[in-house]
């Protein structure tokens, strides 16, 4: 059982905000929501959450459909969407009772110990208006964690953070995983950061799923290599011209750091025949071996595969 998006479109008037996306979210993994502005990704999250109704699709939690089944499905999800906003003048405390309709000795204990580890147990009684964006962000995720979420989505959580906040969020959320299973799902323009703490990712352009699946399999589909050549300015100076000649399936000019080459091929094109058409003109390979790319790598070549350009 998980989260499984099926056909899901949403327009918002003429604007088509998402079109046609199957997805499902692995349980117990932590998946990166990522995408250029606009791409969608609050809308797909609007509507796992059951804050939007699709224009067609279905949102499945579980096996219950976030519509037609709401309090079922939801009952298994915390949710953190957008910026987290609470009652100013009252305590957090009493902010997290009226917002998680929660009572009870069993409930009590869940407060104390989810915000213990969120390290926000001594200013529950503080009034929220006093709270700095980091304090707020995980009052936020506490409750989001209090029912016993089994699934919890958080929208942009680093928003408005310093960089050591950043850090502290991306701990608690690896840890939140960690500790209890959770399966998270997580949006974020910061591409270093999901590359950090998740396993896997699901990235929207233009409202369409581009790419889906276990970061390390996806980052690792590159066809980047990279050579040591005992001459390598000359074999660089050779490369360059290769480039500028669109021979040797090169995808991109290459890249030289002292005695080593960076190499990107089409997606299709064998290495094999590289090294043999380098070895054919002289250069044999001391060292070949494929790079993997970074998350912001693949998101832009992602970006720029689906707008047609090189
Ligand atoms: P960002 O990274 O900038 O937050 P996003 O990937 O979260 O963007 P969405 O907010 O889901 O993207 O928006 C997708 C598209 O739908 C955008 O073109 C946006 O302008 C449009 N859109 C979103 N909400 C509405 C709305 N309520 N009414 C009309 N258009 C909307």
């Known amino acids: 059982m998980s989260i499984e998006c099926f056909n899901l479109s949403k327009h918002y008037g003429k604007k088509e905000a998402l079109n046609d996306v199957s997805l499902v979210i692995p349980e117990g993994r932590i998946t990166g929501l990522i995408g250029p502005n606009g791409a969608g990704k609050s809308t797909l999250i609007k509507l796992i959450t059951g804050l939007v109704y699709p224009t067609s699709g279905t949102v499945r939690i579980d096996g219950?459909?976030?519509?037609?089944?709401?309090?079922?499905?939801?009952?298994?999800?915390?949710?953190?969407?957008?910026?987290?906003?609470f009652y100013p003048d009252l305590s957090a405390r009493?902010?997290?009772?009226i917002l998680s309709?929660?009572?009870?000795?069993?409930?009590?204990?869940?407060?104390?110990?989810?915000?213990?580890?969120?390290?926000?147990?001594?200013?529950l009684d503080r009034r929220t208006?006093?709270?700095?964006?980091?304090?707020?962000?995980?009052?936020?995720?506490?409750?989001?964690?209090?029912?016993?979420?089994?699934y919890i989505i958080l929208d942009e959580p680093a928003n408005g953070l310093d960089p050591s906040?950043?850090?502290?969020?991306?701990?608690?959320?690896?840890?939140?995983?960690?500790?209890?299973?959770?399966?998270?799902?997580?949006?974020?323009?910061?591409?270093?950061?999901?590359?950090?703490?998740?396993?896997?990712?699901?990235?929207l352009v233009n409202g369409r799923l581009c790419a889906a699946g276990p970061l390390k399999e996806l980052l690792g589909s590159s066809n980047r290599?990279?050579?040591?050549?005992?001459?390598?300015?000359?074999?660089?100076?050779?490369?360059?011209?290769?480039?500028?000649?669109?021979?040797?399936?090169?995808?991109?000019?290459?890249?030289?750091?002292?005695?080593?080459?960076?190499?990107?091929?089409?997606?299709e094109a064998a290495p094999e025949a590289l090294s043999t058409?380098?070895?054919?003109?002289?250069f044999a390979l001391s060292h070949f071996a494929r790079e993997s790319e970074s998350l912001e790598e693949f998101f832009i070549s992602q970006s720029r595969t689906l707008r047609g350009e090189k």
């Open 94 to 97: 009493r902010n997290l009772a």
């Open 64 to 85: 219950f459909d976030s519509m037609g089944q709401h309090l079922e499905a939801m009952n298994r999800l915390g949710a953190v969407v957008e910026w987290p906003s």
């Open 277 to 282: 058409e380098l070895f054919r003109n002289g």
């Open 165 to 203: 906040g950043i850090v502290e969020i991306r701990d608690l959320i690896r840890e939140c995983n960690r500790r209890s299973g959770v399966t998270v799902l997580v949006s974020s323009h910061l591409l270093s950061e999901i590359e950090l703490i998740c396993d896997n990712v699901v990235m």
């Open 129 to 150: 208006g006093t709270f700095s964006t980091g304090m707020k962000q995980r009052l936020g995720i506490a409750l989001a964690l209090l029912p016993d979420s089994k």
């Open 101 to 123: 309709g929660g009572y009870g000795r069993k409930y009590e204990a869940k407060v104390e110990e989810v915000t213990s580890f969120l390290g926000i147990r001594n200013v």
């Open 225 to 267: 290599y990279r050579i040591i050549v005992p001459e390598p300015d000359r074999c660089f100076a050779f490369l360059q011209r290769a480039w500028e000649e669109k021979r040797l399936f090169l995808s991109a000019p290459p890249q030289q750091f002292r005695e080593e080459i960076v190499l990107s091929l089409e997606r």
